[in-house]
């Protein structure tokens, strides 16, 4: 038995170990799967993250490093090269790797770090051949930053999420022509600065509200068809253009890795693809946490590292034997604001529930309200968008005596 | 000079080189592409079909039904997988009502046994969520599943480990006939055999062409399909199918051997034999039809879709004949073919025999073939003890589909090899899953050039021009 095992050893689990190892916790294994910690940090060698939690701005790789550093200082076990096969709901992990084979642990407490993959090709049924050519932009990542290969030299990217809006840029540094990037929305999904030091510092245009119709070419990519589309999404055909290119990017949606929490019975939301938690993260199996982007897609990593300490602390205090909390207030949201994280609060305190909106929205003021319709909370904001996530701190005595809360967007007059 | 070539490399060419390589004869297989199974049989619904559809003395007919019965003895051996999950054929008026009789009857004729028309209650309990509009069914539970590209490619490696040769990129340009020999070429190489079988799918009546019989003509007819995540696999058991045009059999609903959800096919007749693009249009048709047989089909779990080109004879069954001495069309393969497939090769030996190639049976013929997928049906021990041999198989390269770095080297290595990720892919599993290669792709890459020792820039999708990574990054270059 290991007090605590943490599945994934990128910035969310490793910054859980370390705050389990932090309120006392010794017997902890990390579980990784690729050859070095670090998680998807390791091939975003951008900057930009820590500015929230170093006041730094780091590449990916060195704030991942900064977490290393804490696991190595602290001698917390980890194995690399392991893949978690299994996980069951009394908490008994089956993992595999070249020098242990197959392998099974039972866990008191499980930390679910694992991230999230990226929505394929084959998602979006475009029509078309088939052709080499067609990466979704993580993994053309991966070869440009990690392997040191080019996966082409004319460019078209369709999604305008953080990273197809990072490969625009990194494929145009490496000498690739990036000739569109495609947005099925009227607006991006990625963050401003992106937009800016992305698209607009290189020329890059962006093509709102469109989309990748037809993929041409036998054996490599030879262009695809994009068109305009309508207010339902549906594309308008005389607007169809053809660009000529040898790789299309997808950066089309993050689905969070949840495969193995499936396999534990944990509940999954179906807004977010990942656990409904509490505060604590803690999911609905006693002992079994989540955070990081297998919880729910995040857009800063600073943000991670925040939700995976509380998950580390909180699972910490499962391992000494807390009680388990009487209380269950459920999060209900209203559709503009999408989802929150947590989705049900356990216990009276102090509490940072975070958010993402369904659309651009322009001086809204986010409220919650309980059960009887009394305003509990509410703050302004002048503008939240689907690509920002967003936060507001409850305090314990707005919680206290409700038995269900409301989130909403109101718009000011 | 080889006793006998067979043309093409699909499921009909591999079986045909199975069969014959147990025997003392030189066989030698030549096939176009850079891989085996590259046409219809890697792009079909996979379905062994129980044989009600043909009209009865067709060869379509007897073959469907022969072949349907040989197949879990030739997947067995081969191990291929294989699931007799049972057909329905579902109706939704009282015109469905009356094919579904005359199914029946034909099936009756053809020699399909266990035959059952449902009715909507009977129906509803086999299948709980077959449409609220379907009331009734044509059951037959010898209808089955199969891995066409697998089965195919496990038939070609069975074949040369027991002596038989395949030339890949192997195109054949011209046919001459040189005494008692045929002399087969292609732009840059040319082979001589006594026997010759034209087994070249949608370019059969190319190939016949090229000694002079211009008695048919094979015409390319697309049908697009969807497939959708294992998540999927069972919301269906049996195949549904719904009643017969004369286009096909139309647009069903299927498990997979592998769990996922088929949908497809469309069909649609086209002019140009090298377009296997999906059109927008056409995968509509495949959702909006499927969803009349199946409630509650989840759209949103698509993890991939394709197209493949029926090779359809215009003499409305296949052309099994031969037309010169010595020389054997097995040609206008479309459905029922690869159900047929193992009766189809056995019947192309009748046709050699006749004559007048002799055979032997070789002592040391064997018939069996380690499964692709040995290691993932074995239990945890003997998983253990595998890997304790050889450490490859304790590290996962596909997550999706949990295939090791073992199985992968397995596949590079063993007949027929494959040369690009599309031919791991087939052989493994890796890359099917529900990412779609996201993950593996550039490990795979990696493992491929390592083995081939090529450069990584020189690994290929499907062979060809479809290059993975055109070259190295600056810094990359900086760094030699």
């Not at chain 2, 004949?321 to 069309?329: A, E, K, M």
Request: proline share 4%; aromatic share 6%.
């Amino acid at each position: 038995m290991t007090e605590l095992v943490i599945i994934g050893g990128g910035p969310a689990g490793m910054s859980a170990a370390v705050a389990a190892y932090d309120s006392g916790i010794r017997d902890i294994l990390i579980l990784e799967r690729d050859t070095a910690l670090g998680g998807i940090l390791q091939q975003c060698i951008h900057n930009g993250f820590g500015l929230h939690k170093f006041g730094e701005e780091l590449t990916g790789p060195e704030y991942a490093a900064r977490y290393e550093k804490m696991v190595f200082e602290r001698k917390i076990p980890y194995k690399l090269g392991t893949m978690v096969l299994d996980i069951t709901e009394d908490k008994v992990i089956t993992a595999t790797n070249t020098e242990d084979g197959i392998f099974q642990i039972k866990a008191k407490a499980i930390i679910l770090a694992m991230g999230c993959r990226e929505r394929p090709r084959g998602a979006l049924n475009i029509a078309g051949t088939r052709p080499a050519g067609i990466y979704t932009a993580g993994t053309a990542q991966k070869f440009v930053n990690m392997k040191g290969y080019m996966p082409g030299k004319n460019v078209v990217i369709l999604g305008s999420g953080d990273i197809g809006l990072i490969m625009a840029r990194r494929m145009t540094l490496e000498g690739a022509k990036v000739h569109a990037v495609c947005e099925l929305m009227p607006y991006s999904g990625g963050l401003a600065r992106n937009i800016e030091q992305c698209l607009n510092d290189f020329n890059i245009p962006l093509k709102l509200s469109h989309t990748v119709t037809k993929i041409h070419g036998k054996e490599r990519l030879d262009g695809v068809t994009i068109a305009k589309v309508d207010e339902n999404r549906k594309p308008i055909p005389e607007t169809a253009e053809y660009i000529p290119c040898d790789t299309l990017l997808l950066s089309v949606g993050l689905i969070p890795e949840n495969e193995l929490s499936k396999t534990a019975k944990v509940e999954l939301s179906g807004v977010t693809s990942g656990a409904i938690v509490d505060q604590n993260r803690q999911t609905n199996i006693s002992g079994i946490f989540a955070c990081g982007n297998v919880l729910h897609v995040h857009d800063l990593v600073d943000f991670v590292s925040d939700e995976a300490e509380i998950a580390g602390k909180s699972a910490a205090e499962y391992i000494k034997g807390k009680a388990e909390n009487k209380i269950n207030i459920p999060i209900k949201t209203d559709g503009k604001i999408r989802y929150s994280v947590p989705q049900v609060i356990t216990e009276e305190k102090d509490i940072t529930v975070y958010f993402r909106v369904s659309d651009v929205f322009y001086n809204v003021k986010v409220n919650v309200k309980n059960e009887k319709g009394e305003a509990v909370f509410t703050k302004r904001r002048p503008k939240v968008a689907p690509g920002e996530m967003e936060s507001i701190t409850l305090k314990k005595k707005q919680i206290i005596g409700s038995k269900e809360l409301f989130m909403e967007l109101e718009a000011v007059k | 000079m080889y006793d006998v070539v067979i043309i093409g490399a699909g499921v009909v060419g591999s079986l045909a080189a199975r069969l014959l390589s147990k025997f003392s004869l030189s066989v030698c297989v030549l096939e176009k592409e850079n891989d085996v199974a590259m046409g219809a049989t890697k792009a079909n619904s996979a379905i062994v079909h129980a044989g009600f559809d043909a009209k009865e003395g067709t060869l379509k007919a007897k073959l469907n039904v022969k072949g349907s019965q040989m197949m879990p003895k030739i997947c067995a051996e081969l191990g291929v997988d294989y699931k007799n999950n049972g057909s329905l054929v579902i109706g939704f008026s009282d015109e469905d009502k009356r094919t579904i009789t005359e199914l029946f009857e034909r099936g009756q004729k053809n020699g399909v046994k266990g035959l059952e028309i449902l009715d909507k209650a009977a129906l509803s309990e086999k299948e709980p969520n077959i449409s609220k509009n379907a009331v009734c069914a044509l059951y037959a539970p010898t209808g089955a599943i199969v891995s066409p590209y697998e089965l195919a490619i496990a038939a070609m490696g069975n074949a040369m480990d027991n002596g038989a040769e395949l030339k890949l990129d192997f195109e054949v340009k011209s046919i001459e006939k040189e005494g008692e020999a045929f002399v087969i070429s292609s732009d840059t190489e040319a082979v001589s055999a006594k026997y010759v079988i034209n087994a070249a799918g949608i370019f059969a009546d190319k190939i016949a062409k090229m000694i002079g019989d211009n008695s048919f003509e094979i015409h390319p007819r697309r049908g697009e399909y969807i497939l959708l995540d294992s998540e999927c696999g069972s919301l269906v058991s049996h195949t549904i199918f719904t009643t017969p045009t004369k286009m096909g059999k139309g647009i069903l609903v299927s498990p997979t051997v592998h769990n996922n959800l088929l949908l497809g096919p469309t069909s649609e007749d086209v002019e140009d034999k090298t377009d296997k693009a999906t059109t927008e249009q056409g995968l509509e048709n495949v959702l909006n039809s499927t969803g009349k047989s199946v409630e509650n089909i989840p759209r949103n779990k698509a993890i991939t879709s394709f197209c493949g080109l029926r090779a359809v004879g215009d003499t409305g069954d296949f052309i099994i004949n031969s037309p010169l001495v010595g020389f054997i069309n097995l040609a206008g393969i479309e459905s029922p073919g690869l159900s047929a497939s193992p009766a189809i090769a056995e019947y192309a030996l009748e046709l050699l025999e006749n004559q007048g190639l002799k055979i032997t049976e070789k002592a040391d013929f064997n018939p069996i073939r380690k499964s692709a997928h040995y290691f993932k049906n074995a239990s945890i021990e003997e998983k253990n003890e595998i890997i304790k041999k050889d450490k490859s198989f304790g590290r996962i390269i596909c997550r999706c589909e949990t295939v090791t770095e073992g199985e992968i080297l397995e596949a590079i290595r063993t007949n027929p090899k494959p040369h690009d990720l599309d031919g791991i892919k087939r052989r493994t599993r890796a890359q099917m899953g529900r990412c779609q290669g996201g993950f593996c792709s550039p490990y795979i890459t990696e493992i491929l050039a390592r083995e081939l020792d090529i450069p990584i820039e020189q690994v290929t999708k499907c062979g060809g021009k479809s290059i993975i990574n055109i070259g190295k990054t600056k810094e990359e270059i900086q760094n030699d």
